[in-house]
């Protein structure tokens, strides 16, 4: 908080006393602190954040936003975290989700056909691992990520 600016008490953060003594919205507030920052407001810095985030990522801005409110690339970011408390925020305020973006979609095998980069599914595979990591996979399982639903079934009509 900027000095001379405080939170009204009993608003729930929601409201914001300026150094003149007038209240005002927090938004309107925050709206100030983007100004002093070089954005119009503070919308244009959050959608300046975003498409750094997305140009970082190498990803389209949209793809960001739907990466971002996949519930399951927010699941598997959480227990990411959780798993890996080695990755912190860096110093520049960002996050870690290049990293963890990088870490899930990992090309690093080739396909025996085409010679593409493909993802590395194998069962000691960096995703392999990460699954492992987060709880969803079991460290004994012998078989490629994606084929486990098969293999279960297959292990259940073998009892």
């Known amino acids: 908080m900027k000095e001379g600016y405080s939170y009204v008490p009993g608003t ?3 409201k914001v006393l300026t150094p003149e003594g007038e209240i005002i919205p927090r938004k309107q507030y925050r709206n100030i602190e983007a100004q002093e920052r070089g954005f119009p ?6 959608r300046a954040k975003r498409e750094a985030s997305a140009r970082d990522l190498g990803i389209s801005r949209k793809e960001y936003q739907d990466l971002r409110r996949s519930d399951s690339y927010k699941g598997m970011l959480h227990n990411f975290k959780r798993a890996h ?3 912190k925020k860096n ?7 290049k990293e963890f973006y990088a870490f899930v979609n990992d090309k690093s095998a080739t396909d025996p056909k085409t010679g593409e980069p493909v993802p590395d ?3 000691t595979g960096p995703r392999a ?3 492992v990591d987060v709880g969803l996979r079991n460290p004994d399982w012998g078989w490629d990520v994606g084929e486990t639903e098969k293999m279960l079934q297959q292990q259940r009509g073998s009892i």
């Open 91 to 97: 110093p520049l305020g960002g996050s870690f989700d």
């Open 41 to 46: 407001n503070y919308e244009s810095e959050l």
């Open 121 to 123: 599914n194998t069962p």
């Open 85 to 87: 408390p080695e990755y």
């Open 129 to 131: 691992r990460f699954l």
């Open 12 to 14: 729930n953060n929601g």
